[in-house]
């Protein structure tokens, strides 16, 4: 199982950004992927999830509104609007079989390497 994420960069606050997580190795239809951001001195953070074991999506509530999770066939996407700079971290993505859509990161055994997310003018 391999998922890398990739479509970070730098943006100005209001801008917008897509995420991509690729899967490799597995059937996303048996799994929940999870989007997950970490900045400096600060904990790991679930950001949105979503599941195709129930078609359960979470979004954590500093980015409900604004940030849009999404899937096909081999990859899931996270849209981020209205990016403001407490939105800098590094975004990861991960996979966890037969879960529901859950911002612990223990449910998730697999995971990507970060794409780095900057928010600033």
């Not at 943006?11 to 899967?23: D, E, I, N, Y």
């Not at 790991?44 to 999770?69: L, M, N, P, W």
């Amino acid at each position: 199982v391999q998922l890398q994420a990739c479509g970070g960069g730098l943006v100005q606050p209001g801008g917008s950004l897509r995420l991509t997580c690729a899967t490799s190795g597995l059937t996303l239809d048996y799994y929940a992927i999870g989007w997950f951001r970490q900045a400096p001195g600060k904990e790991h953070e679930g950001v949105s999830c979503i599941s195709s074991k129930d078609g359960s999506i979470y979004y954590a509530d500093s980015v409900k509104g604004r940030f849009t999770i999404s899937k096909d066939n081999a990859n899931v996407y996270l849209q981020m609007n209205s990016l403001k700079p407490e939105d800098t971290a590094v975004y990861y993505c991960a996979a966890g079989l037969y879960a529901n859509a859950s911002p612990n990161p223990r449910v998730y055994r697999y995971w990507g390497q970060g794409t780095q997310v900057t928010v600033s003018s």
